[in-house]
């Protein structure tokens, strides 16, 4: 019994960081469903459990996802200076974590796809809007919490730095999406990728999630190769940008090979694109996310 003791030992003093942290983590995914109805004008608990709204449900998903995964990126555990320090930095980065996250997808609805109400289409049960939806929120919540812990400290250094990194993370998901339209439209006769998500098809959702996802994590395998300056504002966003397309490319090119290789012999344009086949892109996702997490891996 002794030697569990000494090998598991937990001090006080991380066990009440733990309980702070815990309780500011339930109070702002708790404030997530309410702002996620305010957001969309509806009463969540009649979409979730009267309507049986998948879609919106979906969303929601994304939204919690997201403020989790921000979260992660603010707790310091033992090297907090005090309770109130930890306290006040993990409430603090949270509340800009939501802030952010609605930030973020209201330009993701009104520059990357612009050609559809979100909110509308979630209301009516669209699941491949509501995928996408929670993908995009997901990509960025993953480039805050590369941020937060790239910075030290909480200052106004810190917060620009978060907002740095939040920019170039909405610019490359416009890109992405943008280079995912001309490709879709060039494999099929000049349609619309908008227009198919619009119409609900699953698999192109799944697809496009992917490359939002392993597009966020390039991006947070960038801050591998960057020293945090405080005052280097301008070489931080700029670093940020130019390292992130190139992992992005990178991440990009592997992923094409790793799924020429795995699929081969299946026309997954044909079977993606044309037939909505959900299981396919469901495997080009998961390659694309493995290969970018790989990348990270080997970076870090």
């Known amino acids: 019994m002794n030697i569990f003791n000494e090998h598991f030992y937990i001090s006080p003093e991380l066990l009440t960081l733990l309980a702070i942290d815990l309780v500011i983590a339930v109070l702002l995914l708790t404030a997530v469903r309410y702002l996620a109805g305010l957001w969309m004008g509806v009463n ?47 409430l603090s980065y949270g509340v800009l974590g939501i802030a952010l996250i ?11 796809l ?43 250094y810190t917060v620009i730095a978060v907002i740095s990194g939040f920019v170039v993370a909405q610019a490359l998901l416009v890109v992405v999406t943008r280079l995912r339209e001309n490709l879709y439209a060039k494999y099929n006769q000049g349609d619309s990728l908008q227009e198919a998500l619009k119409g609900g098809q699953v698999a192109l959702a799944l697809r496009h999630a992917g490359h939002l996802i392993s597009t966020a994590l390039a991006v947070k395998a960038a801050s591998y190769f960057l020293v945090y300056e405080p005052t280097a504002i301008v070489t931080n966003l700029i670093g940020w940008f130019v390292i992130s397309i190139a992992m992005a490319l990178i991440m990009f090119l592997i992923s094409r090979v790793a799924k020429a290789v795995l699929l081969m012999g299946i026309n997954t344009a044909e079977e993606i694109d044309q037939q909505d086949n959900i299981g396919l892109a469901a495997i080009e996702m998961a390659v694309m996310i493995s290969i970018a997490l790989l990348l990270g891996a080997l970076m870090a």
């Open 102 to 112: 609605k930030l973020g997808r209201f330009l993701h609805d009104k520059i990357a």
């Open 44 to 90: 969540t608990r009649d979409e979730l459990s009267q309507k049986d709204n998948y879609a919106f449900g979906i969303s929601m998903a994304g939204s919690v996802a997201g403020v989790g995964i921000v979260l992660t990126g603010a707790i310091t555990g033992e090297t907090a200076n005090s309770y109130i320090t930890e306290a006040v930095g993990v």
């Open 114 to 156: 612009n050609e559809f109400d979100k909110n509308t289409q979630i209301k009516q049960e669209n699941m491949a809007v509501a995928i996408v939806d929670a993908a995009a929120t997901i990509a960025t919540a993953i480039v805050i919490r590369a941020v937060l812990l790239w910075v030290e400290g909480l200052n106004m």
